[in-house]
């Protein structure tokens, strides 16, 4: 007998910011930031730095994008816009004679700053994402081979490249976090989104790496490649959404990777002040049609079933926390690939909150300036007002953990074991 249908979701607005993660290895949820927010709480407590002052020399965690460029076309890509105008601004500089601009970050101002964050000492985890796609920058092997030498790497990519990381087991293993956007399963749910026939690209990529990861994990256990990890963060959108299966079924049970993610497209784009008339979110009825999908026809998929049930949730997003422990103990910093530093991902690409430029200033009168003092109390207040963009944070859960620590409802993590199930670098 078919299983009736289970009521929809309601069709009020609800939280766009939903992403699940599985670690499909420990079954835990690897994307609530919470704990990550405590250990660094802790760590700070335990060397004596005053609550309201950020890390001295760096952030915890310093994503870097060092691209505007990237070889597919997602028309959902929420840098769409801020990318494009810089490679037009670019592309009019080489018109007019100037020919010394690139829309990626320079080479050595790169390696002068991984030079600085490793003596500053203070950077845990450095994340290389975009922008655009990071596997397109030129020196992005040398790059992440340094920036291994003193924290935990992550790299977000779209995996079409990753076999520059595939030559040896040496060189795969300075990545410790690997994040793919999932956006198929096959030739043609892959070409819809990327534009582009990438999909026997990825597949032979991922299945490179999982295999040379498990290989060396048997011989070695958990240290350099052995201890790597791979997610897959699967993007769902207007036009995917019924397919959510297929993509769980071919990056889960095909690919064998570690870690699912699911996370919903929103119509968020950097740089964009008007809304645009492409939508790719899901509107709260196909998340309702997404929700009666799979509790009617998957209900022997744990996964899928979590999903669902997370569907469901609305998200603590909009509770305000004393500080935005995130800005101002310095957890995270980003740089955009014109050299400008923001301390949180919804400031990006809005000059008002850059706090310096690495291409103009040595990483050491950034950190800890003036500047940087006033934008961090700028975003406070804004935290505290309510106004801070909190729908496309992710540090939310993170400052809602920090809080529960200093208030003493939380325990701060084991150290050792935080940092060694992989995230611990990484806000
Ligand atoms: C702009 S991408 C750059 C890195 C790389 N090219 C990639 O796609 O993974 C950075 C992250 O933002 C995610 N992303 C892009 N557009 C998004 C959107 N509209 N809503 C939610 N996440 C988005 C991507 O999936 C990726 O995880
Ligand atoms: S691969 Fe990444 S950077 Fe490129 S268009 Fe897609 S989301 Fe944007």
């Not at 079954?27 to 919470?34: I, L, Q, T, W």
């Not at 040896?168 to 956007?181: H, P, V």
């Not at 955009?336 to 430029?357: M, Q, R, T």
Request: proline residues 4%; contains cysteine; charged residues 25%.
């Amino acid at each position: 007998m078919a299983k009736e249908q289970q009521p929809g979701l309601p069709t009020t607005p609800s939280d766009t910011s939903l992403t699940f993660g599985i670690d499909v290895s420990t079954g835990m949820n690897a994307y609530d930031f919470a704990a990550r927010g405590v250990n660094i709480a802790a760590q700070r407590e335990k060397r004596g730095i005053p609550e309201s002052l950020p890390l001295p020399h760096g952030p915890w965690t310093m994503e870097l994008m060092p691209t505007d460029l990237c070889n597919v076309g997602c028309s959902w890509c929420s840098h769409r816009t801020l990318r494009s105008e810089h490679v037009e601004s670019v592309k009019v500089l080489r018109k007019s004679g100037d020919t010394t601009m690139q829309p990626y970050l320079a080479r050595n101002t790169l390696m002068e700053l991984l030079d600085a964050l490793e003596v500053g000492g203070d950077t845990k985890g450095t994340y290389w994402a975009g922008g655009g796609e990071p596997l397109t920058a030129p020196y992005i092997v040398e790059a992440i081979e340094r920036a291994s030498q003193f924290s935990d790497v992550f790299l977000q990519t779209n995996a079409v490249l990753l076999n520059k990381f595939t030559k040896n087991t040496e060189l795969l293993g300075t990545l410790r976090l690997i994040s793919i956007s999932a956006v198929g399963f096959d030739e043609t749910s892959t070409e819809s989104v990327h534009q582009n026939n990438t999909f026997h690209k990825i597949d032979t990529n991922v299945r490179t790496v999982m295999e040379m990861r498990n290989g060396f994990r048997e011989e070695n256990g958990p240290v350099a490649l052995g201890r790597l990890k791979v997610n897959a963060k699967i993007m769902v959108d207007k036009t995917n959404y019924l397919q959510l299966p297929d993509l769980v079924h071919y990056w889960r049970d095909d690919l064998k990777i570690d870690i699912i993610a699911i996370r919903l497209v929103q119509d968020i784009y950097y740089g964009e002040t008007t809304p645009t008339e492409d939508q790719a979110e899901l509107s709260s009825d196909q998340k309702a049609e997404l929700f009666n999908l799979i509790v009617a026809n998957y209900p022997q998929d744990a996964d899928l079933q979590k999903f669902a049930n997370f569907l469901q949730l609305r998200q603590l997003t909009n509770k305000i926390t004393r500080s935005c422990y995130s800005t101002t103990q310095g957890h995270f910093g980003v740089i955009d690939a014109k050299g400008d530093v923001y301390l949180g991902n919804p400031e990006i690409g809005n000059i008002e909150y850059s706090v310096g430029n690495i291409n103009q200033q040595p990483w050491a009168e950034i950190w800890g300036s003036k500047r940087h003092k006033e934008i961090a109390e700028r975003m406070n207040a804004e935290q505290l007002a309510g106004t801070c963009n909190k729908a496309f944070c992710r540090h939310t859960t993170a400052n809602l953990g920090v809080e529960e620590y200093l208030d003493g409802k939380r325990k701060a993590p084991d150290e050792q074991e935080i940092m060694d199930e992989g995230y611990g670098a990484f806000m």
